[in-house]
Protein backbone atom coordinates (compact mmCIF):
# COMPACT_ATOMS: atom_id res chain seq x y z
CA UNK A 1 0.00 0.00 0.00
CA UNK A 2 3.05 2.31 0.42
CA UNK A 3 3.27 2.98 -3.27
CA UNK A 4 -0.36 4.35 -3.55
CA UNK A 5 1.23 7.03 -0.55
CA UNK A 6 4.21 7.40 -2.24
CA UNK A 7 2.60 8.09 -6.01
CA UNK A 8 1.03 10.88 -4.34
CA UNK A 9 4.40 12.15 -3.04
CA UNK A 10 5.13 12.23 -6.93
CA UNK A 11 2.09 14.17 -7.89
CA UNK A 12 2.40 16.50 -5.43
CA UNK A 13 6.42 17.02 -5.70
CA UNK A 14 6.01 17.28 -9.89
CA UNK A 15 2.63 17.56 -11.50
CA UNK A 16 1.12 19.83 -8.94
CA UNK A 17 4.05 21.78 -8.14
CA UNK A 18 3.97 24.98 -10.18
CA UNK A 19 6.61 27.23 -11.55
CA UNK A 20 5.51 30.05 -9.64
CA UNK A 21 4.80 28.41 -6.44
CA UNK A 22 8.94 27.27 -6.67
CA UNK A 23 9.58 30.93 -7.63
CA UNK A 24 7.58 32.17 -4.87
CA UNK A 25 10.05 30.17 -1.73
CA UNK A 26 12.96 32.48 -2.87
CA UNK A 27 10.61 35.73 -1.12
CA UNK A 28 8.40 33.65 1.56
CA UNK A 29 10.10 30.36 2.18
CA UNK A 30 7.67 28.63 4.95
CA UNK A 31 4.29 29.94 3.42
CA UNK A 32 5.13 28.60 0.49
CA UNK A 33 6.46 25.41 2.04
CA UNK A 34 3.15 25.54 3.68
CA UNK A 35 0.90 25.54 0.46
CA UNK A 36 3.12 22.80 -1.24
CA UNK A 37 2.64 20.32 2.34
CA UNK A 38 -1.47 20.73 2.11
CA UNK A 39 -0.96 19.90 -1.44
CA UNK A 40 0.60 16.60 -0.45
CA UNK A 41 -1.85 16.48 2.44
CA UNK A 42 -4.87 15.94 0.03
CA UNK A 43 -3.31 14.00 -1.88
CA UNK A 44 -2.06 11.54 0.35
CA UNK A 45 -5.29 11.69 2.00
CA UNK A 46 -6.90 10.28 -1.60
CA UNK A 47 -4.54 7.65 -1.57
CA UNK A 48 -6.44 6.16 1.86
CA UNK A 49 -9.46 6.69 -0.22
CA UNK A 50 -8.18 4.60 -3.16
CA UNK A 51 -6.91 2.07 -0.40
CA UNK A 52 -10.31 1.80 1.24
CA UNK A 53 -11.87 1.50 -2.21
CA UNK A 54 -9.45 -1.70 -3.71
CA UNK A 55 -9.52 -3.24 -0.05
CA UNK A 56 -13.32 -3.17 1.22
CA UNK A 57 -12.26 -5.43 4.13
CA UNK A 58 -9.57 -2.37 5.62
CA UNK A 59 -11.08 -1.49 9.13
CA UNK A 60 -11.86 1.68 10.49
CA UNK A 61 -8.87 2.03 12.82
CA UNK A 62 -6.62 1.15 9.85
CA UNK A 63 -7.82 4.37 8.35
CA UNK A 64 -7.63 6.45 11.42
CA UNK A 65 -4.12 5.10 11.44
CA UNK A 66 -3.63 5.89 7.87
CA UNK A 67 -4.77 9.42 8.50
CA UNK A 68 -1.93 9.38 11.44
CA UNK A 69 0.59 8.27 9.31
CA UNK A 70 -0.74 11.53 6.39
CA UNK A 71 -0.24 14.11 9.15
CA UNK A 72 3.40 12.57 10.69
CA UNK A 73 4.44 12.54 6.46
CA UNK A 74 3.46 16.22 6.04
CA UNK A 75 5.19 16.98 9.34
CA UNK A 76 8.50 15.33 7.67
CA UNK A 77 8.10 16.42 4.15
CA UNK A 78 7.89 20.05 5.12
CA UNK A 79 11.48 19.39 7.48
CA UNK A 80 13.48 17.67 4.61
CA UNK A 81 12.12 20.67 2.55
CA UNK A 82 12.78 23.17 4.77
CA UNK A 83 16.01 21.87 5.28
CA UNK A 84 17.16 21.50 1.64
CA UNK A 85 16.24 25.29 1.00
CA UNK A 86 18.40 26.29 3.40
CA UNK A 87 21.30 23.54 2.55
CA UNK A 88 21.04 25.07 -1.31
CA UNK A 89 21.69 28.26 -0.93
CA UNK A 90 24.59 27.45 0.71
CA UNK A 91 25.95 24.78 -1.93
CA UNK A 92 26.66 26.41 -5.13
CA UNK A 93 28.52 23.33 -7.10
CA UNK A 94 26.48 21.20 -9.65
CA UNK A 95 26.99 18.24 -8.82
CA UNK A 96 26.16 19.21 -5.32
CA UNK A 97 22.94 20.42 -5.97
CA UNK A 98 22.37 17.44 -7.87
CA UNK A 99 22.97 15.39 -5.12
CA UNK A 100 20.83 17.45 -2.77
CA UNK A 101 17.93 16.62 -5.44
CA UNK A 102 18.65 12.93 -4.93
CA UNK A 103 19.34 13.04 -1.24
CA UNK A 104 15.63 14.94 -0.81
CA UNK A 105 13.96 12.69 -2.85
CA UNK A 106 15.00 9.42 -0.92
CA UNK A 107 14.57 11.03 2.04
CA UNK A 108 11.16 11.82 1.30
CA UNK A 109 10.17 7.86 0.26
CA UNK A 110 12.02 6.65 3.07
CA UNK A 111 9.93 8.48 5.30
CA UNK A 112 6.98 7.24 3.54
CA UNK A 113 8.19 3.50 3.82
CA UNK A 114 9.27 4.34 7.88
CA UNK A 115 6.05 5.95 8.87
CA UNK A 116 3.69 3.68 7.17
CA UNK A 117 5.34 0.97 8.79
CA UNK A 118 4.92 2.36 12.21
CA UNK A 119 1.07 3.29 11.93
CA UNK A 120 -0.22 0.71 9.44
CA UNK A 121 -0.37 -2.78 10.52
CA UNK A 122 -0.93 -3.34 6.68
CA UNK A 123 2.29 -2.16 5.90
CA UNK A 124 4.05 -2.86 8.64
CA UNK A 125 6.42 -4.96 7.19
CA UNK A 126 9.30 -4.01 5.09
CA UNK A 127 9.07 -6.82 2.67
CA UNK A 128 6.11 -5.04 0.94
CA UNK A 129 8.62 -2.83 -0.82
CA UNK A 130 9.64 -6.30 -2.43
CA UNK A 131 6.64 -7.81 -3.03
CA UNK A 132 6.13 -5.12 -6.07
CA UNK A 133 9.21 -6.92 -8.11
CA UNK A 134 7.50 -10.69 -7.43
CA UNK A 135 4.87 -10.47 -9.41
CA UNK A 136 2.61 -10.89 -6.32
CA UNK A 137 1.36 -6.90 -6.34
CA UNK A 138 -2.05 -6.40 -7.49
CA UNK A 139 -2.81 -4.78 -10.45
CA UNK A 140 -3.83 -1.34 -8.88
CA UNK A 141 -0.26 -1.67 -7.08
CA UNK A 142 1.29 -2.56 -10.40
CA UNK A 143 -0.59 0.66 -12.29
CA UNK A 144 0.37 3.08 -9.62
CA UNK A 145 3.89 1.89 -9.69
CA UNK A 146 4.00 2.49 -13.71
CA UNK A 147 2.56 6.09 -13.32
CA UNK A 148 5.40 6.62 -11.21
CA UNK A 149 7.96 5.25 -13.18
CA UNK A 150 6.62 7.59 -15.51
CA UNK A 151 6.27 10.62 -13.56
CA UNK A 152 10.38 10.55 -12.35
CA UNK A 153 11.30 9.26 -16.08
CA UNK A 154 9.63 12.57 -17.43
CA UNK A 155 9.31 15.44 -14.49
CA UNK A 156 11.90 14.28 -11.76
CA UNK A 157 14.65 13.12 -14.94
CA UNK A 158 14.00 16.45 -16.62
CA UNK A 159 14.60 18.21 -13.01
CA UNK A 160 17.18 16.64 -12.09
CA UNK A 161 18.83 16.66 -15.92
CA UNK A 162 18.18 20.43 -15.61
CA UNK A 163 20.49 21.00 -12.51
CA UNK A 164 23.07 18.65 -14.10
CA UNK A 165 23.45 20.13 -17.16
CA UNK A 166 22.78 23.92 -16.28
CA UNK A 167 26.44 24.74 -16.78
CA UNK A 168 27.51 23.51 -19.74
CA UNK A 169 24.39 24.16 -21.69
CA UNK A 170 25.26 26.54 -25.04
CA UNK A 171 24.21 30.26 -24.27
CA UNK A 172 21.69 32.24 -26.18
CA UNK A 173 24.40 34.31 -28.11
CA UNK A 174 23.88 33.96 -32.07
CA UNK A 175 27.16 31.75 -32.85
CA UNK A 176 28.67 29.77 -35.74
CA UNK A 177 27.30 26.92 -36.43
CA UNK A 178 25.21 26.81 -33.43
CA UNK A 179 22.41 29.71 -34.05
CA UNK A 180 24.24 31.06 -37.44
CA UNK A 181 23.92 28.60 -40.82
CA UNK A 182 26.40 29.86 -43.16
CA UNK A 183 26.62 28.60 -46.69
CA UNK A 184 29.20 29.21 -49.19
CA UNK A 185 28.78 28.43 -53.59
CA UNK A 186 30.57 29.58 -56.66
CA UNK A 187 28.77 29.88 -59.92
CA UNK A 188 31.12 29.51 -63.45
CA UNK A 189 29.15 31.76 -66.07
CA UNK A 190 30.75 32.00 -69.10
CA UNK A 191 29.71 34.46 -71.87
CA UNK A 192 31.08 35.41 -76.11
CA UNK A 193 31.47 38.63 -76.99
CA UNK A 194 30.63 39.59 -80.66
CA UNK A 195 34.22 39.14 -81.70
CA UNK A 196 33.67 35.48 -80.40
CA UNK A 197 35.95 36.08 -77.29
CA UNK A 198 34.91 33.50 -74.38
CA UNK A 199 35.10 34.66 -71.11
CA UNK A 200 34.98 33.12 -68.46
CA UNK A 201 33.39 35.05 -64.62
CA UNK A 202 33.52 33.08 -61.31
CA UNK A 203 30.91 34.06 -59.08
CA UNK A 204 31.33 33.04 -55.23
CA UNK A 205 27.65 33.39 -53.49
CA UNK A 206 27.82 33.50 -49.33
CA UNK A 207 24.47 33.15 -47.65
CA UNK A 208 23.94 33.27 -43.89
CA UNK A 209 20.96 32.15 -41.90
CA UNK A 210 20.63 33.53 -38.26
CA UNK A 211 18.06 31.95 -35.74
CA UNK A 212 17.20 32.00 -32.45
CA UNK A 213 17.46 27.91 -30.63
CA UNK A 214 13.89 26.69 -29.50
CA UNK A 215 12.98 27.60 -25.80
CA UNK A 216 13.95 25.33 -22.65
CA UNK A 217 10.26 23.90 -22.58
CA UNK A 218 10.50 22.61 -26.19
CA UNK A 219 13.46 20.74 -25.13
CA UNK A 220 12.51 20.05 -22.38
CA UNK A 221 9.26 18.00 -23.80
CA UNK A 222 11.02 16.34 -26.15
CA UNK A 223 13.37 14.78 -23.34
CA UNK A 224 10.22 13.96 -21.25
CA UNK A 225 8.99 12.26 -24.60
CA UNK A 226 12.39 10.33 -25.08
CA UNK A 227 12.33 8.45 -21.71
CA UNK A 228 8.64 7.86 -21.87
CA UNK A 229 9.68 5.76 -25.21
CA UNK A 230 12.46 4.50 -23.75
CA UNK A 231 10.41 3.47 -20.59
CA UNK A 232 7.88 1.68 -22.89
CA UNK A 233 10.33 -0.21 -25.60
CA UNK A 234 12.30 -1.78 -22.17
CA UNK A 235 8.60 -2.65 -20.75
CA UNK A 236 7.57 -4.40 -23.91
CA UNK A 237 11.08 -6.06 -24.49
CA UNK A 238 11.89 -4.48 -27.42
CA UNK A 239 15.30 -2.54 -27.32
CA UNK A 240 16.14 -2.38 -30.72
CA UNK A 241 13.67 1.04 -30.87
CA UNK A 242 16.79 2.78 -29.30
CA UNK A 243 18.52 2.90 -32.12
CA UNK A 244 15.83 4.35 -34.19
CA UNK A 245 15.22 6.57 -31.62
CA UNK A 246 18.85 7.49 -31.11
CA UNK A 247 18.92 8.74 -34.88
CA UNK A 248 15.41 10.60 -35.22
CA UNK A 249 16.67 12.77 -32.72
CA UNK A 250 20.19 12.86 -34.17
CA UNK A 251 18.63 13.73 -37.42
CA UNK A 252 17.61 17.28 -36.07
CA UNK A 253 20.18 18.62 -34.40
CA UNK A 254 23.14 17.26 -37.60
CA UNK A 255 24.03 20.61 -38.46
CA UNK A 256 24.74 22.20 -35.31
CA UNK A 257 27.11 19.15 -34.42
CA UNK A 258 29.87 21.34 -36.15
CA UNK A 259 30.02 23.49 -32.92
CA UNK A 260 31.95 21.61 -30.37
CA UNK A 261 30.45 23.43 -27.16
CA UNK A 262 26.69 21.92 -28.75
CA UNK A 263 27.81 18.65 -29.67
CA UNK A 264 29.59 18.00 -25.99
CA UNK A 265 26.42 19.47 -24.80
CA UNK A 266 23.87 17.03 -26.63
CA UNK A 267 26.23 13.83 -26.03
CA UNK A 268 26.24 14.39 -22.31
CA UNK A 269 22.20 15.45 -22.23
CA UNK A 270 21.64 12.70 -24.54
CA UNK A 271 23.66 9.34 -22.71
CA UNK A 272 22.08 10.73 -19.29
CA UNK A 273 18.33 11.03 -20.23
CA UNK A 274 18.85 7.34 -21.99
CA UNK A 275 20.67 5.96 -18.64
CA UNK A 276 17.72 6.95 -16.75
CA UNK A 277 15.15 6.26 -19.20
CA UNK A 278 16.92 2.52 -19.53
CA UNK A 279 17.38 2.33 -15.53
CA UNK A 280 13.64 2.65 -15.19
CA UNK A 281 12.40 0.78 -17.88
CA UNK A 282 13.87 -2.36 -16.31
CA UNK A 283 12.79 -1.68 -13.14
CA UNK A 284 9.26 -1.26 -14.71
CA UNK A 285 9.77 -4.26 -16.71
CA UNK A 286 10.56 -6.16 -13.29
CA UNK A 287 7.11 -4.83 -12.14
CA UNK A 288 5.07 -6.50 -14.82
Known amino acids: MWIYFYAAHLLGDFIFQSDQLIEQRKDNLIATLVKHV??????????????ALASPSIT??????????????????????YGKMKLSKKINGVGSQALLFLIDQVLHFLSIILVLRYFAAATSNIQAFYVMFTGNASIYEKVTATICIFILATYGAGYFLGIL????????ELQEGIYRLSDEKTEVKTKYESDGRKETEIITIKTEQYFHDSPAKIGQIIGMLERTLIVILMMIHLPQGLAFLAALKTLTRFKQFEHKQFAEYYLIGTLSSSMIGILLGVVASNIW
Open 38 to 51: AIHAILMGMACLLI
Open 60 to 81: SATLRSFGQAVFLIAISHYVID
Open 165 to 172: LQNIAPNN
